[in-house]
């Protein structure tokens, strides 16, 4: 009994034509027979345009100069399925698509040749089997980029790039990893299990929390802090940037990025703090009242003298001005806004709510702005002193 011939028109044809996979069946002369609708909207072909036609033919009438390699190779392996009847794999390959507007889309194609034989042995059709991996081809160009720009940032600022396979589960170290941890290209972490061994444990649970986070989201960059021992067995704070690989199903399928030690910006953010507390820690001790704001204006906070006085919640500095007499308010801002703006201190006498006497009392602020070493405002400092006695003796004279 005869092998039964393909017959697009047979029931089996639209199952065939409507399998979610890129298929285009030839017979044993190479003449395209039928292709699944996934395929022509790939290529973006017509069926009745593409049925009948010889895809020797179609590849030779096809002149784009950047096909021809591509052209070779498919051309090579059809020929190879039909003499020896053995499935057919090409390496990626470069093909573009001529679109309705007349312009070539590059494309790159992963194409598998499956010779379809009878019980005889005889040939009775090729089923050609491709996939467009464009996107692929792409992000891996974008990954090559990346790495490169890394690996000149690396050189710039003493960072050690890398670059992690999840499939293999490796690291691959480029960069100045000596500068940065003390460790040889060969002694840095190979795997990302050696990796987290490095991370001080006190900062692994937050790190992986964070990063699982970023991955679940499909995040492309992440960016963490944390310590990391060196060779010599101290601990370097580094900053972690990374720029992470997705497949088509969502899984991670690679991750490039570098670390930096920062742990001098980290001193000095820690000395700064410190400073900032024991000033902070000045100006609550103060027996009088006194501020402090940003060089652009923004109170940050009144000292416990104050909120003593004027009985002004904790938090609500932005309403500092609803504790000023009613008619000094406009002037007192006015006062304000203008030392902002010029940049020099100020004196302004006004009447500030007195809560335990349930009484405005007058003061005389003084404001100055502190400068750092470049010259530019860093922080504004007030204060008060109680001019409310003055005020009075000079109002009965």
């Not at 990893?177 to 840095?188: D, F, I, K, S, T």
């Amino acid at each position: 009994m005869s092998e039964p011939e393909f017959n697009a028109a047979s029931p089996l044809g639209p199952i065939f034509r409507a399998l979610p996979v890129l298929y285009m069946v030839m017979d044993p002369n190479l003449t395209i027979i039928d292709a699944t609708d996934t395929y022509l909207k790939a290529v973006s072909g017509v069926r009745e345009q593409l049925v009948g036609q010889n895809i020797l033919e179609i590849l030779k009438a096809n002149t784009n100069k950047s096909d021809q390699e591509a052209k070779k190779q498919l051309m090579e392996a059809l020929q190879d399925v039909l003499s020896v009847k053995t499935p057919q794999t090409l390496p990626v390959f470069r093909f573009d698509i001529e679109t309705a507007e007349d312009r070539l889309d590059e494309r790159f194609w992963e194409t598998c040749l499956w010779p379809i034989v009878d019980a005889g042995e005889n040939m009775q059709y090729v089923l050609l089997e491709t996939r467009d991996v464009t996107h692929f081809k792409q992000q891996e160009l974008e990954n090559s980029l990346n790495l490169e720009r890394l690996n000149l940032l690396a050189g710039a600022i003493d960072a050690a790039t890398w670059d992690y396979d999840p499939a293999k589960d490796s690291l691959y170290w480029t960069g100045n990893p000596e500068r940065v941890l003390g460790y040889g290209h060969g002694q840095m972490p190979a795997s990302s299990d050696t990796w987290r061994s490095l991370i001080h444990q006190s900062d692994l649970p937050l790190m992986q929390q964070q990063l699982y986070q970023a991955k679940a989201e499909h995040d492309k960059i992440w960016a963490g802090e944390y310590r990391i021992r060196k060779a010599d067995g101290t601990y370097a704070h580094i900053l972690d940037q990374r720029y992470i690989f997705y497949d088509a199903d969502g899984n991670v399928r690679r991750m490039i990025g570098s670390i930096i030690d920062i742990s001098k910006n980290r001193q000095a953010e820690l000395e700064v703090k410190e400073s900032d507390a024991r000033f902070k820690h000045l100006l609550e001790a103060l027996p009088f009242m006194a501020w402090t704001a940003t060089p652009e204006g923004q109170l940050i906070n009144f000292n416990r003298a104050w909120h003593s006085f004027t009985g002004m919640p904790d938090g609500d500095v932005d309403k500092w001005i609803s504790y000023i007499h009613p008619e000094d308010a406009a002037r007192a801002l006015t006062t304000w806004h203008e030392s902002i703006r010029t940049g020099l201190p100020f004196e302004n006498e006004y009447r500030v709510m007195n809560k335990l006497e349930n009484r405005y009392q007058w003061f005389m602020e003084r404001g100055v702005p502190l400068f750092d070493e470049a010259g530019k405002i860093k922080l504004w400092i007030g204060s008060y002193a109680d001019v409310h006695e003055q005020k009075m003796f000079l109002e009965q004279l």
